[in-house]
Nanobody, 120 residues
Framework: QEQLVESGGGLVQAGGSLRLSCVAS????????MGWYRQAPGKQRVLVAT???????NVAESVKGRFTISRDNANRMVYLQMNSLQPDDTAVYYC??????????????WGQGTQVTVSS
């Protein structure tokens, strides 16, 4: 069964760093865009950063200069390096990928989410 599994969340003090990882598994033919979204308590899920298969990135203004997205196509992984974390970055972070299965069209897939908590 195709799935996305995140890791790397946790509790960190303001100004600290965390690195999130996400791996896609299953009978995958190809992966287009991968990325990260986040959802803070009581708020909607919003884009953090995405990266296409050829490396083009789209990063939210709120994290630009602090967060860096990267991917390893061979291993079907996407990463989010988060530096200078602030309490406002506290949220559940979700991995996202556009995945094409054998004989199928592209579909959107989501991970289960990983909690990031930044203390002041």
């Amino acid at each position: 069964q195709e799935q996305l599994v995140e890791s790397g969340g946790g509790l960190v003090q303001a100004g600290g760093s965390l690195r999130l990882s996400c791996v896609a598994s299953g009978s995958i033919f190809s992966i287009n865009t991968m990325g990260w979204y986040r959802q803070a308590p009581g708020k909607q899920r919003v884009l953090v950063a995405t990266i296409t298969s050829d490396g083009s990135t789209n990063v939210a203004e709120s994290v630009k200069g602090r967060f860096t997205i990267s991917r390893d196509n061979a291993n079907r992984m996407v990463y989010l390096q988060m530096n200078s974390l602030q309490p406002d970055d506290t949220a559940v972070y979700y991995c996202y990928a556009q995945i094409r299965l054998w004989g199928r069209a592209y579909s959107d897939y989501w991970g289960q989410g990983t909690q990031v908590t930044v203390s002041s």
